[in-house]
């Protein structure tokens, strides 16, 4: 299963009884705030407390192979967004989520 944005709107309004424009007006800006944290020059990473962190992540230097090609090709160091779940709610799913096969 699958959830999307304009869903996750709409769950929240039925939750909190707050219109779906303003729930949708902040989601956007949540998400606005967490972009523009992790993409900062100096990057900010982000705690929630019980739900998890994100950060950013640097990717090392690595040798890539263009297939088409058949060439070598070097992938420079590079950073990268990263969800890192806290441990509560990591339980919580192994302990509630059906494995999907």
Known sequence: KEMTKAEIVAEIAQRTGIEKMT???TVETFMSVLKDA???K???NVY???FGSFIVKKRAEKTGRNIS???TIIIPA???PSF???KVFMESV???VKQVK
Do not use: S
Request: charged share 40%.
């Open 23 to 25: 729930v949708q007006e």
């Open 38 to 40: 992790l993409t900062k």
């Open 42 to 44: 100096e990057a900010e």
């Open 48 to 50: 929630l407390r019980g």
């Open 69 to 71: 090609k058949n060439t």
């Open 78 to 80: 590079h950073y990268i």
């Open 84 to 86: 890192k779940p806290a």
């Open 94 to 96: 192994k302990k509630n």
